[in-house]
């Protein structure tokens, strides 16, 4: 089975036009969910899981959802929060987030209890692809990255992919999702700043043995621009084609405001692309840091 | 068992009717808005602001949240009006709702010439975005003086026969005079107004928090502050206001008509709740349900102040 992502957006218009007779349907919903968990995972990163409508439930790997944090005691976030997906089951119609307590929003995040409502908006963008020829792929992911390349694992297995993860955090006390990757079968591959084996020329000595080895008929990465710089080379040198996930401050989080802007190299030509709308995966080469 | 009775939403904004008073304010509103929400029940569209020459749009970061408000300086990204003509109006063209194309140039005469070569079929009306706090240098725009707004309508007036509807500033003096400018060169619809120009500073980097270091303040922060200027515009002008700022809420549209407004536009909300024009229409149409308000047009203007009590707002003239 392969990933297919609805890629109507990029077609005619989808809602009911004249004389039309199908009724509309959203397929982006903005609903209050409801909390199911909100824990700590280790001592930067919390789960949460809600309950949501089926439409929500269908998100796929890459995708985000906007979520409207509640208000934590003397502040005020106005804008929705860009939250990458963490996880996500169409079956018990729920879906997970990972996130860090780092501001206004995430600090409304943490107040969250069980039973507790949160209005979620989603799913949003352009989230990867998986080619079902695809044998191996390699999933590079630091910090938040982490998260994002979650669901990736999942649906890896599901596309008969073994996937082989690099991950990088500060300590190994804060490498999250290598349990879930594990359960999907994946390898995992730690390296850490407190064992001085995260920097890129050691990650890059590990792509090369994976490439050398047959092991990586594809990248994935999010999180890191240096690793991403690592993986754009060695994509060129060996002609394998990759995905990055990317983040940039939102405020709609549906292509109409332009704030999330970045530079794309697309042939060499500088583009604009919204992060929100255009991605957030793109193509690895085309990224800029 | 009684009818529902039959609410009539329908309002005539200078030669359109449109099925609703909702729409989208300029810069809040793309295709992809299609996925929330059914676009053959806005009451019109309005786009994002096209210019001729292709704009790149502001140094990040283009937003900054405030308490109640969000401060944008995105720059008026464009594509250039052939893009806008071949990629984005057959987006548009499936649905039974008019389409009105937002322009903006840094000169009168760019201005009609732009509106003429908009002046196509497709497109159900012109507004012309002079008000935009961002794109001018320093935060000036045309709409903060009569003198320049009465010269840019006049010339619009001359280049297209489509309804003309002018974006007024909130960042000036005299809003009402600028209305009654725009009113006598020919305008059809003034839309009053756009966001407030504003500031904030981070206080971590002692750096001004947007690239561009001034953006537009909108949101419900502002809504007080515009809704008395269109209750004054509503005043000044004969002319259909339609009310633009910090409308979120059904509750928001109806003051906004009260104070004059025969129409609102909503941008920022639909940051928040993408499907808030649909929720207003909604709340409109169970209010006027509610309160056996046969009309939507009947709020227009509906605010009730005796005469005593009106207020004196001569000091804000700045002549008298």
Redesign the interface.
């Known amino acids: 089975m392969s990933i297919q992502l609805d890629q109507s957006?990029a077609a005619?218009?989808?809602?009911?036009?004249?004389g039309g007779s199908a009724p509309?349907k959203?397929?982006?919903?903005?609903e209050l969910a409801e909390v199911v968990r909100n824990q700590a995972v280790n001592a930067e990163y919390r789960h949460l899981v809600v309950n949501c409508s089926e439409e929500a439930a269908a998100a796929q790997p890459g995708q985000f959802f906007q979520l409207?944090c509640p208000q934590p005691a003397g502040e005020?976030?106005?804008?929705?929060r860009p939250m990458s997906l963490y996880g996500a089951d169409p079956d018990k119609r729920q879906v997970e987030f990972l996130y860090k307590v780092t501001g206004a929003g995430t600090r409304g995040l943490d107040t969250l209890r069980p039973g507790d409502q949160l209005d979620i908006?989603g799913p949003l963008g352009v989230g990867f692809t998986l080619d079902p020829e695809w044998r191996h792929i390699v999933a590079v992911g630091r910090g938040a990255g982490l998260a994002t390349l979650a669901p990736l694992a999942r649906a890896a297995k599901a596309n008969g992919t073994q996937v082989i993860a690099v991950f990088s955090a500060r300590r190994p006390d804060l490498l999250v999702s290598v349990e879930l990757f594990h359960r999907h079968g994946a390898d995992v591959i730690a390296v850490t700043d407190s064992e001085a084996t995260s920097g890129p020329a050691n990650v890059e000595r590990i792509l090369r043995r994976l490439v050398a080895d047959g092991r990586c008929d594809a990248f994935f990465t999010c999180g890191s621009s240096r690793l991403m710089r690592v993986q754009q080379r060695l994509a060129r040198e060996f002609g394998l084609p990759g995905q990055v996930a990317m983040e940039q401050?939102m405020?709609?989080?549906?292509?109409?405001?332009?704030?999330c802007?970045r530079d794309f190299n697309v042939n060499g030509e500088i583009v604009?692309r919204r992060v929100c709308?255009d991605g957030p995966v793109f193509d690895l080469m085309e990224a800029l840091p | 068992m009684s009818m529902t009775p039959n609410i009539d939403l329908s309002v005539a904004i200078g030669g359109l009717t449109l099925r609703n008073p909702v729409m989208p304010a300029s810069?809040?509103?793309?295709?992809?808005?299609?996925?929330?929400?059914?676009?053959?029940r806005l009451g019109a569209f309005v786009t994002?602001t096209i210019t001729r020459e292709l704009r790149?749009?502001n140094p990040?970061?283009?937003?900054v949240?405030?308490?109640?408000?969000?401060i944008?300086a995105?720059g008026i990204?464009s594509k250039g009006v052939p893009y806008f003509i071949e990629k984005i109006m057959?987006?548009?063209a499936?649905?039974?709702t008019p389409l009105v194309v937002s322009i903006s140039a840094p000169t009168a005469e760019g201005f009609a010439s732009l509106a003429a070569e908009l002046s196509i079929p497709g497109v159900a009306a012109i507004e012309a975005n002079i008000s935009c706090p961002n794109i001018e240098e320093d935060g000036k725009a045309f709409a903060m003086r009569a003198e320049s707004t009465e010269k840019v309508t006049r010339l619009l007036r001359a280049a297209t026969e489509l309804p003309l509807w002018l974006k007024l500033t909130p960042n000036t003096g005299d809003v009402p005079e600028v209305a009654r400018a725009a009113e006598a060169a020919g305008a059809d619809a003034v839309v009053v107004a756009n966001t407030i120009l504003s500031m904030a500073i981070d206080l971590k980097s002692f750096k001004p928090c947007l690239g561009n270091i001034m953006g537009g303040l909108s949101?419900p922060a502002i809504k007080p502050i515009v809704l008395r200027q269109v209750f004054q515009c509503a005043k000044a002008v004969k002319i259909p206001v339609i009310g633009c700022g910090g409308i979120s809420t059904a509750e928001d549209a109806i003051e906004y008509m009260l104070a004059g407004a025969s129409a609102v536009q909503v941008g920022t909300a639909?940051?928040?709740?993408?499907?808030a024009m649909t929720t207003i229409i909604d709340g409109l149409r169970s209010f006027c349900l509610h309160r056996e308000i046969p009309r939507v047009t009947d709020l227009i203007r509906g605010v009730v102040i005796e005469e005593a009590d009106e207020p004196d707002l001569a000091w804000l003239d700045p002549v008298s």
């Open positions: 957006q005619a218009p989808s809602g009911a036009p004249i509309w959203a397929s982006i919903v903005a409207l005020q976030p106005f804008l929705r908006m401050q405020a709609c989080g549906i292509g109409l405001c332009y704030c802007v604009n709308w | 810069g809040t509103f793309a295709e992809g808005l299609e996925k929330v929400m059914d676009f053959n994002k790149a749009g990040l970061p283009r937003v949240e405030r308490p109640g408000g969000l944008n995105i990204p057959p987006h548009y499936a649905y039974d949101g639909t940051f928040l709740q993408p499907a």
